[in-house]
């Protein structure tokens, strides 16, 4: 990667020597400001968001007032300092109770940019069979026909297969949301994952021949057998592993769209389609064979363990970013089949009722888990679920430290059961952009409100490929300057990532720049940032920049897609 970096100064142009290191891209950076002295760092304390939804025998619950709730950060009672209501305007008519009848409860604006809905449908095209991911995509579309009023709240449509991507960017408009689903029909889903709709089952195998049939004489006998692993052990074993390597990829596949929404306002919802996050082991403790090597009760001790981490990995996740997750299983419920999730379809896909890590995961965060087999009963019940809730905020006894901090909130009333996200992670507004830059999907989920121009210049051939000027600006009167010196400067936070053909992040960089005005001209002229890039020809690459005003922590973002 070749770096030459130039510094603006009265006029002149200042160029370092470039250093020179071997990457699959070049990338030139030229800093059009200059860095001078260091703002003093912003103290702020932000308030901490919890929505709770709130349910009486399975309805939601109305007329809970602000004295009714005590929340709790690490075990210690906080002073609710915002407290909403937030429904459906038809619901307070339906049941006849309004709660404008307490003088101390706001009623908040369902539309609101604070409440509104944003939900991103993820299809899990990994873990779906194609006959069911395509019901469950028709019950969503007469669902939007039938109960979605545009504009009431917004929706986004994003596909996993290796990895993330975003189908339909957050809009309210249904004849989009109609031709992304039709999109999503044409890809196959997982040609591993069969329903007898889609092929009949595939006889079991002779489990009872061979090794099994010695292990079978040994529980007659009491002698030990001669060979410890069954066929039937290490088949499973190997389906085994490559569930195990399918959940990672589904679960960094999550992890990006939840951090690609990190930084959006309202309500954050993601509509999780799937059969199975495959984060439960195939294997239960009650299967492990004492005389075997590779499916011993400590490898599948460690099993278990592992994917408990990467379940509580997801869920602090989608906490740091306050996103809630609701789980349509596509599968719904399979008859015959026991506790382990065993059944006569075992060697097809074994294990296919995994739904411990799918309602830790929902439950956690504040979603549901809605595992029956009508998506349409799912989707209303998500919708009940979502529209109505308590939106309560009460400022930390810390800054942002950057730690994990839990959750608890109670109702001084029995009877009533509570969703919410049981914690946070306090992370400041810069980091959480950069973590949402190393998606790909971060442009289509992130809340623009400073404009980002987006150029390229003339490309010329260069070390096998094209290298094409790239110049990223942002209005100076879009950036909050403060007096300094005889002057005035603004800091910003400027992010670049390039992302290949694949969604695959190739190139990521952050740098904090100051932008220095003499008094009275802040607002002319542009903030401008000039690179560089080094692509293959033909290939398609995808350039996202962000600006990050340090002073009002508001966020600009923009992406072009960069082919020659």
């Known amino acids: 990667m070749l770096f030459v970096v130039a510094y603006q100064r009265h006029g002149e142009t200042v160029e370092r020597e470039p250093m020179r290191k071997t990457f699959g891209l070049v990338l030139v950076f030229a800093a059009t400001s200059v860095f001078a002295q260091s703002l003093s760092e912003k103290i702020e304390v932000s308030l901490v968001n919890v929505d709770v939804t709130v349910t009486s025998h399975g309805a939601p619950a109305r007329g809970l007032t602000r004295g009714d709730f ?71 579309e007469r669902f939007v026909d039938d109960r979605f009023t545009g504009g009431s709240y917004d929706w986004s449509i994003a596909l996993i297969s290796d990895t993330a991507r975003i189908v339909l960017p957050l809009t309210s408009d249904k004849a989009k949301l109609h031709a992304a689903v039709a999109e999503i029909r044409k890809i196959a889903a997982n040609p591993q994952r069969y329903t007898r709709e889609d092929t009949t089952p595939i006889a079991s195998a002779d489990s009872f021949s061979g090794a099994n049939q010695s292990a079978v004489k040994a529980a007659e006998t009491g002698l030990l057998p001669e060979t410890h692993e069954t066929a039937t052990t290490l088949t499973d074993l190997g389906a085994n592993v490559q569930f195990e390597a399918d959940a990672t990829r589904t679960a960094f596949a999550v992890q990006d769209a939840v951090r690609s929404f990190a ?46 981490a990467m379940r509580d990995y997801l869920i602090r996740e989608a906490n740091a970013s306050n996103v809630s997750f609701f789980i349509l299983n596509s599968e719904g419920l399979t008859p015959n089949s026991d506790a382990a999730g065993h059944d006569d379809s075992s060697l097809v896909y074994p294990n296919p009722n995994q739904l411990a890590s799918m309602y830790w995961l929902a439950r956690e965060t504040g979603g549901r888990l809605m595992p029956g087999n009508s998506p349409e009963v799912s989707l209303a019940e998500f919708d009940r679920a979502s529209s109505s809730f ?12 950057g730690k994990y901090h839990s959750i608890k909130v109670r109702i001084k009333r029995s009877g009533y059961q509570l969703q919410y996200r049981t914690g946070y992670s306090s992370i400041p507004v810069g980091l959480q952009l950069a973590r949402a830059m190393n998606s790909s999907l971060a442009t289509s989920m992130q809340q623009s409100t400073i404009p980002v121009n987006i150029a390229t210049g003339e490309s010329a051939p260069h070390d096998g490929g094209i290298l094409v000027p790239l110049r990223s600006s942002v209005a100076a009167k879009d950036l909050q300057f403060l007096p300094a010196g005889n002057g005035s400067v603004a800091r910003v936070d400027l992010f670049v990532t390039i992302f290949d053909d694949r969604g ?53 973002i923009s992406s072009k897609v960069v082919r020659f």
């Open 504 to 556: 695959q992040r190739i190139v990521s960089t952050r740098s904090t720049q100051e932008a220095h005005a003499a008094a009275g001209t802040e607002s002319r002229g542009d903030f401008v940032d000039t690179r560089q890039i080094l692509i293959k020809r033909g290939v398609p690459y995808l350039v996202v920049v962000a600006v990050h005003d340090k002073v009002t922590d508001a966020i600009g």
């Open 390 to 401: 308590y939106s309560l905020a009460y400022k930390p006894a810390h800054g942002d430290d």
């Open 70 to 140: 005590q929340v709790f950060e690490d075990g210690v009672v906080r002073p609710i300092t915002n407290f909403y209501v937030v429904e459906p305007a038809t619901a307070a008519l339906a049941t006849g109770q309004s709660p404008t009848a307490n003088p101390g409860v706001t009623v908040a604006d369902p539309t609101d940019e604070r409440f509104r809905r944003k939900v991103l449908v993820i299809i899990d095209n990994r873990h779906v069979s194609m006959f069911n991911r395509d019901r469950a995509l028709a019950a969503l």
């Open 263 to 308: 930084g959006v306002q309202g309500r954050k919802i993601i509509l999780l389609v799937t059969g199975s996050l495959s984060l439960d082991p195939g294997f239960s403790p009650l299967d492990a064979n004492p005389f075997s090597f590779l499916s011993g009760p400590a490898n599948i001790s460690q099993g278990l363990q592992s994917s408990t």
